[in-house]
């Protein structure tokens, strides 16, 4: 129901655009996230958006952005000046509550793999 893209192998300082594609019913009407995990991990939070308003996790303030293009029922990560330690899975998850824990979303994508080389 949920499907990312944009992953990939980049060097740090380098930037990556994650995509999100929400097949749900009124997609508009969900709040999406972004979460990342490493293994042995817990899912992090990185950023949410809900039909207007984005915020991320202060950690990635003035290096990512999230967006969303209700036209095409998609969900956008803008990634720049990545790090290493932004290496992760990246999954977006869909939900009813603007929320930063992965506990509030029903749906999720399969992830995408971003890897930083230093």
């Known amino acids: 129901q949920l499907v990312e893209s944009g992953g990939g192998l980049v060097q740090a300082g380098e930037s990556l655009r994650l995509s999100c594609v929400v097949f749900?019913?009124?997609?508009?009407?969900?709040?999406v996230a972004w979460f990342r995990q490493t293994s042995g991990k817990e899912r992090e939070f990185v950023s949410v958006?809900?039909?207007?308003?984005?915020s991320v996790k202060d950690s990635v303030e003035g290096r990512f952005t999230v967006s969303r293009d209700n036209a095409k029922n998609t969900v956008y990560l803008q990634m720049n000046s990545l790090k290493p330690e932004d290496t992760a899975v990246y999954y977006c998850?869909?939900?009813?509550?603007?929320?930063?824990?992965?506990?509030?979303?029903?749906?999720w994508g399969q992830g995408t793999q971003v890897t930083v080389s230093s």
């Open positions: 998850a869909a939900g009813t509550w603007f929320s930063r824990k992965h506990g509030s979303y029903n749906y």
């Open positions: 958006i809900s039909s207007g308003n984005g």
């Open positions: 749900l019913n009124t997609p508009s009407m969900f709040n």
